[in-house]
């Protein structure tokens, strides 16, 4: 996959994605790059630290989170992009939309983003599909159940990891009809949403089933609750060492692309995991 001038070789290397909210209320890092400067800042620092996409997000998704409007997620994702974009240091790095909502979609790639990232996996708004099939970039394809505001009450799977992976093979395949090319297609199993503790672990435990859906996996673990449940670490931002372990897992496993908060120390742990597993 070639998105701007990076050339992604699927197998062969971990790809790390920096995670931005530009949110108030985001899980672990909420109110803390909710501005143009703090925002800046944050990317500059997650890219020296070898990040090669960040991912801008308006609407946090943390459970129980409160849907904004339209309007004020523009407000918060757009000036952030232009602004990475009028900067050359940024140049080479790929800047990532988290949104569900095709218009978003469509006003942020206009500015300079190059990837979709909707945790909906393209069923909240029943434009992104044919959007980003005219736009001609990568989607990531997420799989969840219900809402942010519900989506822990629904976690009753007969057979979670078989039900991930049907979701995530009919909207490949949705993708594929609304004319969204196979190789621009990204899966992500969703770890933390509309599953529990057990269940995000047993994802992991067969990411490899995932593999033969032929599509690149991103793996959004960083400072998650099943982190914190095992270290018994109320505390997201305390979660580093059980985010650098599941990364490392999931590398093992066939994982390629990590998207997480603490660049720096993740992109050495990729460096090491993919010395031992590629």
């Known amino acids: 996959m070639q998105i701007r001038n990076q050339n992604f070789l699927w197998g062969s290397k971990t790809y790390v ?110 434009e992104m599909l044919r959007i980003v099939s005219d736009l001609n970039v990568p989607i990531v394809l997420m799989h969840m159940r219900g809402k942010p505001q519900n989506m822990q009450s629904l976690t009753d799977y007969p057979d979670v990891v078989a039900a991930v992976y049907q979701f995530l093979e009919n909207q490949i395949q949705r993708a594929i009809a609304a004319g969204i090319h196979r190789d621009k297609i990204i899966i992500d199993p969703g770890i933390g949403f509309a599953k529990n503790y057990e269940q995000n672990i047993e994802i992991i435990r067969n990411l490899t089933v995932f593999k033969t859906l032929n599509c690149p996996i991103l793996m959004g673990v960083s400072r998650k609750s099943f982190i914190g449940h095992i270290l018994n670490q109320p505390d997201p931002q305390q979660r580093l060492h059980g985010t650098v372990a599941a990364c490392v897992s999931a590398i093992a496993l066939g994982a390629d692309i990590m998207r997480v908060h603490d660049v720096a120390e993740i992109v050495d742990a990729c460096k090491v995991a993919d010395a031992i597993w590629r």
């Open 17 to 126: 994605m920096g995670i931005l909210n530009v949110t108030p209320d985001s899980f672990s890092d909420g109110g803390l790059f909710n501005s143009l400067e703090r925002a800046i800042a944050q990317a500059t620092k997650m890219v020296e630290a070898g990040a090669i996409i960040i991912d801008i997000g308006g609407q946090s998704s943390r459970p129980g989170a409160v849907e904004i409007s339209l309007d004020e997620e523009l407000h918060r994702v757009l000036p952030v992009i232009k602004a990475l974009r009028e900067d050359t240091k940024f140049d080479t790095i790929l800047i990532s939309i988290d949104t569900t909502r095709a218009t978003v979609a469509e006003q942020a790639i206009a500015l300079g983003a190059d990837i979709v990232n909707d945790i909906s996996g393209g069923t909240f708004d029943q």
